[in-house]
Each structure stands twice: as C-alpha cells, then as structure tokens.
C-alpha cells in the first residue's frame, strides 16, 4: 500500500464515566477511502473529532504527514488540510452559492471585501468539475442536502484538502444522488485525497471502500482491506456484511431481557397503513404492558413514528388509539388521551431549563396540585419530592434548577413529567441516550416496572443492546417503511436485525449495489 | 403547613432571597432619599398622588405587559392604543354614552387592538416587534383621525360633567385608580404564582419547544396575553384623559417605553421566561420617581429623555452582572 497519512497508536479518550476510545490504534494510508464502522456509541465521532481538533485526547499519539498531531482546535486541523463534512453542514442557507464559496476566506482592505481571485476560480472549477448543474447565484437554502454536500466538497477541494472526512454522507439523500456521490468521492482520489468515510450502509463499503476499519465499545476490533475481506467470503457482498456485522456487535445478547408474559387483550394503540411525508404504509399494535422496540438507522423514521403518534405531523391512514379511529392535531390532544413523549433531545426539547424540576415535573398536567382552581404549592411541592423518591433524582431538593442535574437525573425529570401526566401510552425516543450506565440500567428497570403496572410502552432507540434488552417485540425500519416485526427472546437473532436495518439482506442489497 | 393567600405575593425564588430584587430596592429607596434632600416639594400630598398616579398607569398595562414579556413577547403598540383608547372613550362620553359603559367600551377597544396584535404574531407568525409597532402607528393615527373627525385637534368640549370623576375620585385620600391598580398587581402576582396559566407563559417564554411538547397551547396562551394586555392599556387610557378632562391624541408617547423600562428594571428577561409581576412594581415606581423627581429640579425634557436611555441600558447590564455573579 501506498505511504502513511495518519498513523494512530494506542489512542484512548476518557469521559467522565465513559472510555470513549481505549488503547486504539491504526494507520490510515494516502489516496485511499478509508471506511469506519461501528454501532452507535463505538467511538467512531469521538475519534474523528480528536483527528480534527474538536476534542483532546486523554492518551496516545497520532501522527499526520509524519509529524506528530494534537490540534487545539478545527481551525488548526483546518489549516492542515483537513474538512469534515459533518451531518449538520455548514453552510449558511441564505446566502448563494458564490457568497458560501468564499465566506471565511475574505480579506479584507480598510473593511470593504476582497477576495482571492485565484483562489476563487480553483474554489468554482472544483465544483463545476463536480456537479455542473448548481449555478453561482443560486440561493443555497434552495439546494439539496446534496448538492450542500458537494458545496462542501469543493470549498475542500479548492483549499488543498489532504484529507476530507464525511460522517454518514448518505443518511439523508437520495439513492440517485448517492450514486453521484460515489462518482465524486472516485475523483477525490484522482486528485489525490484522501476520504475517512463513516457510514451504517455496509454495502456502500464495498462500493467505494478500499479500507475498512470496525470499531466496538471503543476498541478498534479489525482493519482489513476491503478486497481481502470481499475475497474471504467468495465475493458474496451478502456474506462480508454479515462479516462484518459480526465483528460490530461481538456477541451482542440480550442478556438482560426478562422474558415476559405475552400480553393479552386488544390493542391500545394501532397503526394501519400510517403514511406522512417521512414514513411509508407503517402498520403496527401496541397492547397493553407491552413494550414495543423500534429500531432503524439514522433517518429510517423512528422519531416521525413518535412525531405522528403524538400529533406533530400530519399522517393519512388510521391510528387508532384504545380502539378509537383518533387524529391529534397538537400534543395537548394526545396528551388528553392517555399519551406523553420523551423527546429524543434532552435538553432543548424535553426540559424547561430555566425552571425547578417541581415546575419541570408539573408542567404536562396541574389538576393533581391545584385547589379551588389554583396552584398549591404545599400539594406541588410533595408531588415533586414523591417523584425525585420513586425514581431517585439525585438532587438538592425539589426547587433546583434541572439545569443543573446531570444528564441521567434530568431524564428522570423528562420521565416525571411524563408519568405525572398518568399516560397509559408513553413515547420514549431514545430513553437513555448520552447518560451514564448507572442510570441508564436504573430507567430501564423503571420502564419494565411501568410496563407492569399496565402501561404499554414503545421505545425508540438507535442501540440495539436497549432494544433487545428492553423490548418484547421489535419493529425494524428501514427508510419509513417496517421491514420486519419481531418476538424478542432467548432466540433472538442480532444479526439479522443488523442485516435488515443496514438494507444488507439479499435482493435488495445487490439492486442498491447494481 | 397552611397555604395563606398572603404568600402569593411572594416573588418565585423566595426561598432563596432575589439578591436582583435586594438591589432594586435598595436603588429606589436611595433615589427617594435624594430628592427628599433636594427639594421640599418632593415628599408632599399633591406631589406625591401625582407621582403614584403615574406609576399606577405603567403599572396597570406594566403587570399584564410583564406575563406577556415572560411568555417571550412584549407589545410596542400600548402608548399609542392609551392614545386611541382615550380619545375614543372621550368621543363616546361625547354623544351621550353614559360613562361607566365608555370606560368599558375603551378596554374593550383596547382587547381588540391586543386581539389583533395577538393573531399577528400567532397566526400570522409576524415577529413581535413588527407586528406590535405596525399597531403603534395605526393606533396613533387613528387617535388623530378620530380627533379631527369631531372637529379639531382635542375632544375638549361637550364632555359631561362625571367625565373626570375616575381620574379625580378618592377613597379617604386615596385616589380610585390607585386602589384599583394594587388589585390589578395582586391579581396578576396571583395569575403569575398560582394559575397553570401563569406556569404556562414561562414554560413558552423559556423553551417554547418543550413547551409544546408537553401540551402547552403557546398560540391561545400568547394570543390571551395580548388581549389582557390591550384591555388594561384601554382602561390606562380612560383613565389618562379622565385626569387631564381632554380627548387629547397625543397622550401616551413613549409610555410602551415607560412600560418596558420598568418591566426590565424589575428583572424581567426580555428574551422571556424569567421574571415576576413584584418586580415590576419595583422597577414602575423607579421609573416615575426618577421621571417626577427631575421634573422638580426643573430638569430640560430633552435632558430627562437622555436620562431615561442611560437608566434602560445601565439596569440591563447590572441585570447581566448580577446574574453572572450569582452563578
């Protein structure tokens, strides 16, 4: 293989609670496509951003260019030729392409704007040379997430990138697009740059990966060439994801599952044929004491099912909820009907930062601490403290500010507020994300409890050792549509579960390669 | 474990004593104390019902305007509706409606020009500052318009003889609008503690996403807060031209800026979500002394107009320190 551009030894990142990253170590070389793999939470993000300077490493060394590398921070990685493209992209929507073109790169002479002639023309051949149809004056708000995407390319590009970095490309963007996608990555390395590639679609590796890389709990598990591993299977594309599936989850069991009483009766809340503008003839049945795993990629459609149950989008089809044809048009109907939701982002969606976590628990429903019509603080205060006893908020008391909780206390907050609403149905999209393991095995058995006591509950989750440690039956996603519905138990296949939400089983797999 | 209505006064964090509030206080106690040594006209009766007075028409709009401020919205259009408000209950006091039924009539204009604002910004989704001065200008204009449609720049004559009594009646020594402004804070530091509607405007002020999510009506809540808002600068606007016994357009001129101050000076963030109805009698009463006591000392207009900014932006940045202290 060609020379070294990035030699990483025994690199290790701590978190409070969490190794992120222990004793990795891998060497990846110029001019390659580089692909890393990994369930969520394996370190991939952690990694990449020590590479570009967003985070520090606790231990280790890295090399770049053969020079020792620590950047302080994403300019510095920037100045040595390295662009992310981050999911989130960095583009600003209102301005046009030009202007995006050259924004961070003007100088400037006595205030007025002067840009770098030459520099600009590099900065527009790049991004003729890659996608001719986006126009200069166009207003960028108006593009595609993919066409943003080759915006980003050509800034890279043009400002003599060595290394580009791309964290799931692919997720939001259509399958035409990702073909032109894969047309521009093989120019990158005519022009000799080299491509880190982070992805959850396993058959994409095989299309435009020369090197793989597959990361677990933190630990780089195996580096292989991707025709060696493709060749190890006998070229079956179908095998080597399950090859490599394999090496992601190690033996993923689901060692915590009770299995449960199979819960009888009719269904409290039924989806037939739902369709929104993110989800695809999506049918489904909660019963009672149930709990329902959904499962999916990024962007498979695990928040618009929550989103559409709850009454945030429009959907055509029927929900019926405890056997009643409904349609929410706010939450405050579901809310009404015996449903609440723990959002998936924590702090922007799920708390009210400025306020107490008496005020937090209280806000979904008053009538349990009002008399003759008005707050009591005395009945708020004794809800609020029974609350921080039964799911054991570690806190000052009732009047702190859920600001100040750390990340597990505030979503036991979220979960207050939800159970003090007494819903029968509760929406939990990704119940534990980003919170210690502590409290994470605390609300998971707090959630068997509720399921229990009666109330039928479906977990939203992108980790599938929650799902398959939590759920009765699982519902697995693939772009909005259910591929498959399963009983959880002893039997229980992780491996196909992987297959099918990576699109990598058979038929399909071979028509996205084709 | 008794749960007096007395504690509904209480400002929220009372259990750990507002070191904000503390300050505020002790501002105002130091301005009072310096212009009773400035000058003997300051600590009189006339004086003094005059100053109050004052600071009970920012206070009337000020206690609504301040749920509106901490539910995220505000309202520049109250000058300009005690403007239009006034000169209508003059109008109609004119021809013959007999006055009670007038004053009520100008806080019921008053709630559609909040009712107006508040499907603007809700429905509508216009920003609150276009929405609301695109309501300053019309109201003023149209106080204008109704003036001269009678005939000239006031409504002066012709009104009847109870036409001044709201502004001029007392109980013992104590003016009417006085005592109906303290009911008016004491409903709304009720409203503010002790009603999930309250609770509701600093659940959309502070994280309207979350608000939502949970079942808060944020456009009903908001769209109720203008109009309680437009019906009290109504009755503030009665009340005005009942003092001075004219229908004058004019009235009301920079008073939303009277309003804000006193509501900011009071701790209120005008990004929403914090504050408290106790607090804006602090900063009301800040505002019409300081106004009061420049005004005996003969200070210009202009100057007090000057004055008036460094108080806005000072108590902004004290706000900010004290914050950044506390934390």
Redesign the interface.
Known sequence: MAETLIEIQGLTKNFPGVMALRDVSFSIARNTVHCIVGENGAGKSTLIKILTGAQRKTSGSVTYNGKDWDPRSTGEAMKAGMSVLFQELNVVDQLTVEQNLTLGKEKSRFGFERRNEAQFALTVEALRSLDPGIGLQERVGNLSVAQRQVIEIAKAISSNSDLIVMDEPTAAISDEEVKRLFAIIRQLHERNVTVIYITHRLTEIFDIGDIVTVLRDGQMIETRSVRELSASCSDDEVEACSELIRMMLGKVVAERYVPREPPSGDPILEFSNVSSAKLKDVSFELRRGEILGFYGLVGAGKTEIARAI?G?DAITGTMRVKGRPRVFK???A???AGIA?V?EERR????????TIR?NI?????KPI??F??????KERQLARSFIERVRIATTGE?QNVAKLSGGNQQKVVLS?CLN?ASSILLLDEPTRGIDVGAKEEIHSLIRQLADGGAGIIVFSSELPEILNLCDRIVLLYNGSVRKTLKNGAEMDSHLIMQIVTDSTGSDARAQAG | MTDRPALALRTRSSANLDPQKIIMVGILMLIVVAFTMATPKFLTYVNLVNVFMNIALILLTGSAATLLMIAGNFDLSVGSVVAFTGVMHALMSKYGVPTNISILLAALIGSLCGLINGTLVTRLKITPVIATLGMMYVARGGAFLVARADGGANIASGLPPDFQALGRATVGPVPIPLLLVALIVVIFAVIQNRTSFGRYAYAIGGNPVCAALSGVRSSRVVTILYVITGLLTGLSGAIFVSRIGTGVPRIGNGFEFDVIIAIVLGGTSIYGGIGSVTGTVIGALIVGFVANGLNLLDVQAFYQTVIKGFILVAAILLNRVIKEKVE
């Open positions: 709850y945030l706010n939450p405050r579901a809310i009404s939701m959002p922007t969606e799920g708390l009210l930062t400025k306020l005020e209280t806000i979904m429903d008053m009002k008399r019509g008005f707050l009591s603080r005395v009047e507020k609403a």
